[in-house]
T-cell receptor, first 112, second 112 residues
């Protein structure tokens, strides 16, 4: 069974204080690892897909990296508008229906 | 934004009553998914569809049924709602290439 564990559960940052979120995963053959952002009362918004160890992707102040066992989402010089819950999900190679297994998320609060 | 709508957006119902939630897409994507999101559990897959009239169970399917008679519509039915089905329900869509799933705005369901 695929497992995804995110840490920490919650993260409080001062504006400009860089930090990282962790996503540890166990899957029998990884097709892709996905990061989403979710604002309160809204659906998850797609951020990145990573396919293989060593891959990195960036979007504004966010940078996602991938190893064989975990992924990190680095937030550089965060702003209050980066406050959200960040979700990690994996998709297994064996999945013919592109199903995702999600972690419980990390809630990030950035104070001005 | 992916063209996904969910209706209703909010619903309060009583234990034992039937409830149907609707997901409508304008993207012509093949795959559609229903998730529920609860504190501490993240997103859990209820049912999914891989084509018109083709559906399958997810990890928390007990008490739920689905139907897909058209590419654009995916219905989730609670035959006899229970308080444990109080949750936020999200619909998602994807295409064959594994570029992730795109989510609707969610339906908040309260079963009294």
């Amino acid at each position: 069974e695929d497992q995804v564990t995110q840490s920490p559960e919650a993260l409080r940052l001062q504006e400009g204080e860089s930090s990282s979120l962790n996503c540890s995963y166990t899957v029998s053959g990884l097709r892709g690892l996905f990061w989403y952002r979710q604002d309160p009362g809204k659906g998850p918004e797609f951020l990145f897909t990573l396919y293989s160890a060593g891959e990195e992707k960036e979007k504004e102040r966010l940078k996602a990296t991938l190893t064989k066992k975990e992924s990190f989402l680095h937030i550089t010089a965060p702003k209050p508008e980066d406050s959200a819950t960040y979700l990690c999900a994996v998709q297994a190679l064996r999945s013919n229906d592109y199903k995702l297994s999600f972690g419980a998320g990390t809630t990030v609060t950035v104070r001005a | 934004d992916a063209g996904i709508t969910q209706s209703p957006r909010h619903k309060v119902t009583e234990t034992g009553t039937p409830v149907t939630l609707r997901c409508h897409q304008t993207e012509n994507h093949r795959y559609m998914y229903w998730y529920r999101q609860d504190p501490g559990h993240g997103l859990r897959l209820i049912h999914y569809s891989y084509g018109v009239k083709d559906t399958d169970k997810g990890e928390v399917s007990d008490g739920y049924s689905v139907s897909r008679s058209k590419t654009e519509d995916f219905l989730l039915t609670l035959e006899s709602a229970t308080s444990s089905q109080t949750s936020v329900y999200f619909c998602a869509i994807s295409e064959i290439n594994p570029e992730g799933q795109f989510f609707g705005p969610g339906t908040r369901l309260t079963v009294l």
